[in-house]
């Protein structure tokens, strides 16, 4: 794919210097690319690679000053980091939603809608009543339950499953090996020590814009009628494990192996480090940061709290307390230094004492 400078200018709202009619067919690092590259400008220790760059344009700030000659086309934005970051995406998309067509052998039910500019991968299995949008793409080994539901421009890569029921949002990535719908983990233990399965009936509802990474697994609701919810725009990292009943607010954002235990409703615009366990029922208010490896065994009722530990409290008061757990064992020492010298300060009084009675 190729694009003139002035068209990507034209795309990210920003100002040529230079010239615009060059061709720009990928993009790259400032201190590495190569002609016909754009690269682009936002940390200052990056600033000496500009003057050297042989990219064919860099996208900088609208208030950039050059300290010396640059031979290079410059686009003016308000933020180049957001702008390149909104070419990327843009590349992204333009590899992604080439491929159009069906793969054989693969499966198809009858009564299955299908939309426009439709990718089938090899392999791939759709069963009945499906729904699929317009330009979705659908990769090998892709296995779509009864009753499924599929926005426009939604990406399933390699081996993703969706059980029956689920509904999957408009602008949607799904990265391989993800499973969503699965059984939630519930069981009823017997008198006599073993447990039986409870039927998990419900199903799993994605709503749009959501990007979901490799290998997380999102359980569905235990009852008919409920389900587990993943609203706009969220942003799930690989190998993360939600289960039935979770809800996760919209513009969450969540790293590699978090678990989050059944029925908690997660707010907006969360972030949530690795690692973090989230016990079941709880509630996280909006706005709340969690360090990685944290362990959340209460409600976050305050937004715009910052905990981290396990069990996580409050991040300032973390590191408070850490301070004085990493001195715990010079603390130690010096308590039993303490304990010695009066020890011994302990005997010589006795000593003391003891020859005062006998000189009376």
Known sequence: MEFTINQIAGMLKGEVQGDGNLKINMLGKIQDAKQGQIAFLANPKYEQFIYTT?????????????????????????????????LLEEYHKAINFQKIGVEEPSFISKNVTVGKNIYRGAFSYIGHNVAIGDNVKIYPHVFIGDNVIIGNNTILHANVKLYADTKVG??????????????????APQDDGSYKTIPQLGNVIIEDNVAIGANTVIDCATLYGDSTIIRQGVKLDNLIQVAH???????????????????????????????????????IANNTGIGAQAGIGKSIKEEGSRIIGSPAFDVKEYFKAYAVFKRLPDLNERLRELERKMHQLNGSLESEIEKMEDEE
């Not at 990219?55 to 308000?78: G, H, N, P, R, Y």
């Not at 969540?254 to 366990?277: D, P, R």
Request: with cysteine; hydrophobic share 40%; glycine share 14%.
């Open 54 to 86: 042989l990219a064919s344009a860099v996208i900088v700030k609208k208030d950039f000053q050059a300290k010396k000659e640059i031979l290079t086309t410059l686009i003016l934005v308000d933020d180049p980091y957001t702008s390149f970051t909104l």
């Open 245 to 283: 009943n979770v809800e996760i607010g919209k513009n969450t954002v969540i790293a590699a192996q978090t678990g989050i235990s059944g029925s908690s409703k997660v707010g907006e615009n969360n972030m949530i480090g690795g690692q973090v366990g989230i016990a079941g029922h709880l509630v």
């Open 170 to 187: 408009n602008n949607c990535v799904i990265h391989s090996g993800t499973v969503i719908g699965s059984d939630g983990f519930g069981f």
